[in-house]
């Protein structure tokens, strides 16, 4: 890990460039027009809908001044509101613009000073009304109630590792009450309003750090002691080996919306997948709201051809009814805050101006939320049944050996039903044990492909120089030994799915073919020539972390981005240990049907035991423990060797000293918490000063962990 001299160098060179991605990401998904100016009023950013009022396309917006689409006799005042903007630091108003035909237009505007440096947001909208004015809005005059209701200042802010605070911006002065100089350097947990408010902030941290961004929404305080409902966007900072350099936050105050909100969400629709195989999921892929990426299924079902896409006429804004904006704009909250989107029903409106009902499920890429990609389910089949008085659709799915309730695994379900009946390749993280060989399961059953084979291969199962062989085959004579041909894995799972477990294991010199025949979708034997095509939907899994593997050139970025369309993240057992007693119940259910015995009950003390331990092993170490128990069991209670787990965390220390035992205690929760040593201080129940003094008496430097 960088040093905190060089992390703070990286950040005031390269965070407000990563703040500025986040900004946009989180601004420019709604279709409302959006521009970011600088000081000389010229254009830095313009959103889809601004370029739909404006009409021109986004790239001769860019550089220009905002006098340049005003009205002739309108640009002095443009010139006397802009100063005042600058010396005032937000405004609200008319404009007097001309639109693309030519014909004047009354444009209601509301201005924002420096949410980025020396960059100032301006949100428009087509007031549609022909009375001129000529001086600025006041609020209690004209409280601009035609602006979109979500435009609220936005705090934009920079954090080191620790969570102190480096930068601070004109929104974060505005919402907070804290001028820059008395906020930098500050640790930002001083706008929560609880005492654990270090705990959790260090918990979103780590997981920001994990997943490259995380989003929540909670109380926090101002300056004056006055509390509000924030909506918090954190996002991790890292340099081009992977290293956590510090995290960007964007903070907007939401307490205006909160209770609508609740009610919208409360209102969605609810999910109602159609059978595997009845339709034919659409894939659509862009940045903010540009669509740059789509399969002949979507075109297909929007009307569009793969000429308008590359022409750039497709637009993600376009394509979606007015009344649909606010549940646009509430799924992508859900992504910036999860990673995904509640799947949801909705209309798009198809080059023909008709309509078309479809199911839609978002996802954001984990280290770019300003990437994102969808998932369309065309629902016109669904509602034919439903017109003529067939059943509606069941949309529970069979997950019953994936076990728990938790928000960790339902989160992880809900990922499976989106991605399941889709081609798209699957990358599934997790540490060992964590079941990510029964969600590839899952994700095969509820494919159109789960009649079709279903080939698995363990890459560190094989030895290196048998792994080529095994996946592609071999033709007689390629090698001394091949005595006949060989089908490989690759080609046993055409027109099926081929899980590849513990992909990070595969070498480094066998990566290109495997990324070619992905690629290209076929591949040819050893000691072969001729080429086979295939069919193959792949899923792969790994416990290692391919993005650290790809700094130290063990794992090809080619092939690490292919397979992580969309990723999928199994938790650790220590992450959701609500979901130990539902766990352990049923293994002791499985193991006692196996046994034929009948056992019950665990004790109300076996089980506050079992939850009590981190099972470093995940799930199966737990399996594997409650098989044990019920061998040992003799009555219809479970017998559970508890002195196993304390014998287990002794053995783990190999007889060391309690010193010894002590400093591999602390480095290893340094290494789960990502070496943040106010993170490490919440977990261990210690202030951050003690586990200084603590590292100090044990010898513990940063570089060891």
Not at 136 to 145: E, G
Not at 486 to 499: D, N, Q, S, V, Y
Request: glycine share 8%.
């Amino acid at each position: 890990m960088a040093s905190q001299s060089q992390a703070d160098g990286w950040l005031a060179e390269n965070g407000p460039k990563e703040l500025e991605l986040l900004f946009r990401a989180i601004v420019f998904h709604p279709s409302a027009p959006i521009l970011i100016a600088d000081d000389d009023r010229r254009y830095r950013e313009a959103s889809a809908g601004a370029s739909k009022l404006l009409g021109l396309p986004r790239e001769k917006i860019i550089g220009r001044s905002l006098d340049d689409f005003a009205e002739p006799s309108f640009r002095p005042v443009i010139s006397e509101r802009w100063r005042a903007f600058l010396d005032e630091g937000e405004q609200e108003g008319l404009f007097q613009l001309l639109g693309p035909d030519g014909v004047p237009l009354d444009v209601e505007y509301t201005a924002k000073r420096n949410v980025l440096p020396v960059r100032h947001l301006l949100v428009l909208h087509d007031k549609t009304t022909h009375t001129p004015t000529r001086g600025p809005v006041k609020a209690d005059n004209d409280p601009s109630k035609n602006v979109p209701v979500w435009v609220q200042d936005y705090a934009l802010f920079l954090l080191d590792i620790d969570g102190q605070v480096v930068s601070w911006y004109g929104g974060a002065e505005r919402i907070y009450g804290y001028k820059r100089g008395e906020f930098i350097g500050q640790h930002v947990s001083q706008c929560y309003p609880d005492e654990d408010a270090p705990r959790k902030l260090q918990e979103e941290l780590k997981r920001a750090a994990g997943e490259g961004h995380v989003g929540n929404e909670c109380w926090h305080v101002k300056k004056n002691g006055s509390r509000f409902w924030a909506n918090v966007i954190t996002t991790a900072l890292k340099d081009e080996n992977g290293d956590l350099q510090g995290f960007a936050r964007v903070v907007r105050d939401f307490s205006g919306r909160h209770e609508r909100d609740e009610k919208l969400r409360r209102g969605r629709a609810r999910m109602r997948l159609l059978p595997a195989g009845s339709t034919i999921p659409g894939v659509v892929s862009g940045e903010f709201d540009r669509i740059s990426e789509a399969n002949d299924a979507f075109l297909e079902l929007v009307g569009y051809s793969r000429e308008d896409l590359l022409a750039g006429r497709l637009r993600w804004p376009d394509l979606t009814p007015p009344e649909y904006v606010a549940l646009d704009e509430l799924a992508h909250e859900e992504e910036l805050r999860f990673g995904a989107c509640t799947p949801f029903e909705k209309e798009l409106i198809r080059k023909d101006t008709t309509r078309v009902s479809v199911l839609v499920a978002t996802a954001v890429l984990k280290l770019s939320p300003f990437r994102w990609i969808t998932f369309v389910q065309d629902l016109r089949e669904r509602n034919r049944l439903e017109n003529i008085g067939e059943e509606g659709v069941e949309s529970e799915h069979n997950f019953a050996e994936i076990i728990g309730s938790s928000p960790a695994m339902k989160r992880v379900i809900g990922q499976v039903e989106v991605v399941a009946p889709t081609d798209a390749t699957v990358l599934i993280l997790g540490e060992t044990g964590t079941g990510k060989e029964l969600v590839a399961h899952a994700l095969h059953r509820m494919s159109p492909r789960r009649n079709l084979p279903f080939i698995t291969l363990n890459c560190a199962a094989i030895p290196t120089g048998l792994l080529e062989s095994e996946l592609f085959g071999y033709e007689r004579g390629a090698f001394t030994g091949a005595l006949s041909q060989k089908i490989g894995r690759l080609e046993m799972a055409h027109r099926g799915t081929l899980f590849l477990d513990e992909v990070g294991d595969i070498p480094l010199d066998l990566q290109p073919k495997l990324l070619r025949a992905l690629q290209e979708k076929s591949f040819e034997r050893l000691g072969g020539t001729k080429t086979i095509p295939i069919d193959v939907r792949l899923i792969a899994a790994t416990n290692r972390n391919l993005t650290q593997m790809m700094g130290d050139k063990l794992f090809r970025s080619d092939l690490y981005y292919r397979l992580k369309v969309f990723p999928i993240v199994t938790p650790p057992l220590r992450d959701h240990p609500e979901d130990i007693p539902m766990l352990a119940r049923h293994f002791t259910k499985k193991y006692a049907a196996e046994m034929d015995r009948t056992i019950d009950k665990i004790p109300s003390d076996t089980m506050r035991a079992l939850v009590s331990w981190p099972w470093p092993g995940n799930v199966r170490e737990l399996e594997n423990f409650i098989e044990r128990s019920v061998i040992l069991s003799r009555g219809s209670n479970l017998c559970a060797p508890l002195a196993e787990l304390r014998a287990a965390a002794v053995e783990t220390t190999g007889g060391s000293t309690l010193e010894e035992m002590e400093r591999d205690y602390i480095l290893r929760v340094f290494r789960e918490t990502g070496g943040i040593v106010s993170a490490a201080a919440t977990r261990l129940g210690v202030p951050r000063t003690t586990l200084n003094a603590m590292m100090k008496r044990l010898g513990i430097s940063r570089s060891d962990f």
